[in-house]
């Protein structure tokens, strides 16, 4: 035997078996080998001058066989069962590349923008981890994350029909039907940022997808203004003109949005979650009343409309919500679409007014304030916007004009 490839054919369990060992990437002192039949074990015998047959299983020595191999033909066992086998791998190496890449994976997700501008997002991104790589790829995972991520970078829409959003976000009017990947994590991440049950049919997944802006027609997503006026010759213009000059709440519609181009506004408005806010504003304030846009609750395409272009002509725009769990995330998603700055929206303001209340409910953290949640959480107790209206309105008109 004075090369490899003059080695016994029978010796091929005894190559494979080493090789398995060797591309663990761990010590390898002994090798099991087996199942050997009796051409096999005559072979073993042979190789390794064994005074009596090994059995159908045997253990070898790697040192022994690296010994007896060098004397044969030159060459240790490392590189007789690379030149047979083949390449020898680190399966270790390879299981920490591969875990580094995961953590990276998931340290890319935590870290999205997305993400860390709505938090109640992290229970999403916490299921996705525990579910795992898509079909074990870590390539096809980010890229399946990037698409789920661009569109709810996007939510809520400006209600267009699902087709239509679908193409203008990911350049397919099919990429989020029913049943596909992307669907099913958009769809995974509403629940958690609005804190429902998953959708158990199509007709709950549909509402989810109007909750969030998709498919919403153009008369019944409205929002809520009072004493607003931007110039303009227009539809808005005009009714915020009429409903501002009467002391009167307006109601907006998408199609009225859609029908104008809003090119000035004030440099400030202030956003409240509540209609009731709005009501007493302009009880307090009539034909005076301050630019207020209200979302009632979470904000609907017309809303989202509304404050975008406000936000794109440079007004500032102030948001304040109730400080309960949905109000929160009410918050932190206005903030996160439109720009708004929180307004007395914070652990303090919360403290100072906090008392005796409804139960605030589930409680996720917001990007402002990290404590907010917790003394939240702490009181348990809600602080409707409605019972600090009057320090809000007060600090409105204090501002210089």
């Known amino acids: 035997m004075d090369s490899v490839g003059e080695l016994p054919a029978a010796l091929a369990p005894v190559w494979q078996a080493v090789h398995a060992r060797l591309s663990s990437g761990l010590p390898v002192s002994r090798v099991r080998v087996g199942p050997l039949d009796s051409e096999q074990q005559t072979a073993v015998a042979d190789l390794l001058g064994l005074a009596q047959f090994p059995g159908e299983y045997t253990n070898i020595s790697l040192t022994r066989l690296d010994e007896t191999l060098h004397e044969a033909i030159g060459a240790g066992a490392r590189e007789v069962v690379a030149r047979l086998v083949g390449p020898i791998g680190n399966r270790a190496e390879d299981r920490r590349t591969a875990a580094e890449a995961r953590e990276s994976l998931w340290a890319w997700l935590d870290g999205h923008p997305v993400i860390t501008a709505q938090p109640a997002l992290r229970s999403w991104t916490s299921g996705i981890r525990r579910a795992g790589l898509i079909e074990g790829s870590i390539e096809r995972t980010r890229l399946e994350l990037e698409r789920a991520l661009r569109v709810l970078s996007e939510l809520p829409a400006a209600g267009m029909p699902l087709p239509v959003f679908a193409d203008s976000v990911l350049d397919a009017t099919h990429a989020l039907d029913d049943g596909t990947r992307t669907a099913n994590l958009v769809l995974k991440a509403l629940t958690a940022i609005y804190d429902v049950p998953p959708p158990a049919d199509a007709p709950e997944r549909r509402a989810l997808w109007e909750r969030a802006g998709v498919a919403d027609d153009e008369l019944s997503s409205t929002v809520l203004v009072a004493g607003l006026q931007v110039p303009g010759d227009h539809v808005v213009g005009r009714i915020l003109d009429a409903c501002h000059d009467a002391g009167t709440a307006a109601v907006v519609t998408l199609q009225h949005l ?129 019972r600090v209206a009057d320090s809000l309105f007060d600090e409105i008109v204090s501002q210089p004009s």
């Open 258 to 386: 859609r029908g104008s181009r809003l090119t000035a506004a004030p440099s400030a408005v202030w956003v409240f979650e509540n209609p009731s806010v709005l009501t007493l504003a302009l009880a307090r304030f009539g034909s005076s009343c301050p630019p207020l846009v209200c979302t009632s609750g979470w904000p609907s395409s017309a809303g989202v409309a509304l404050l975008k272009q406000l936000a794109q002509i440079g007004t500032t725009l102030y948001y304040h919500g109730d400080f309960d769990g949905d109000g929160l995330r009410i918050a932190a998603n206005v903030v996160a679409r439109t720009g708004a700055k929180p307004w007395r929206m914070t652990s303090a303001d919360y403290l100072a007014a906090v008392a005796d209340g409804p139960a605030a409910g589930r409680v996720t953290p917001v990007p402002w304030d990290p404590e907010l949640a917790i003394h939240l959480a702490e009181q348990g107790k809600t602080v409707p916007e409605e």
